[in-house]
């Protein structure tokens, strides 16, 4: 039960920049009236800060929530070859974000919103999420010696396949894994 809901929030954190986009894009903002009078003069940015710092706040709980994911381990010499995937999803968020400023009506975005949600839910190859960039997590696609390519999560900088090893990773389905070891 914990990976299924760990898989709906990191699904959920990786394509909620695109509602976070269009919001900006469609100017909506937090009616400051309805929490107090006293909030008349809040500047539109103010509101889009807070569009983004909620996507934010929910990938910082998806990190926290991973120490809860069941335990695994990559052993030195385990390891075969190393490949950053940092650059490769920059193309499909690129691509979220022309949608989010192509789209006019809300029930478009919903819609699409939830084709988007269903295919990253349902591909569970992979949870990039740019968001952890900011946490200074990087991506790297990692071949073991039994020839089995994984996608990793971590905040180590891999270089030289041969000593790299995990000892503290997190599971979120059979091919990607999360890093929790705390060493660089």
Sequence with gaps: MMNFLYKILLTFNSTSLLIVIYWIKEQALIDWLCISPKLTNVPDFVSYGIYFLIPVLLTLFSLWLASYLDNDSIEENKITEVEQANNAFLPSYLGYFFVALSVTHCETLIYVFLILFLFTYFSQTLY?????????????????????????????????????????????????????????
């Design 128 to 184: 990039f999420n740019p968001l952890f960039l900011l946490f200074k997590y990087k991506f790297y696609y990692v071949t073991t010696v039994n020839g089995v390519k994984v996608f990793i999560i971590t905040k180590k900088s891999l270089k030289n396949p041969s000593k790299i090893h995990f000892p503290k990773l997190k599971r979120i389905n059979d091919f990607t894994f999360i890093d929790k070891d705390k060493e660089l």
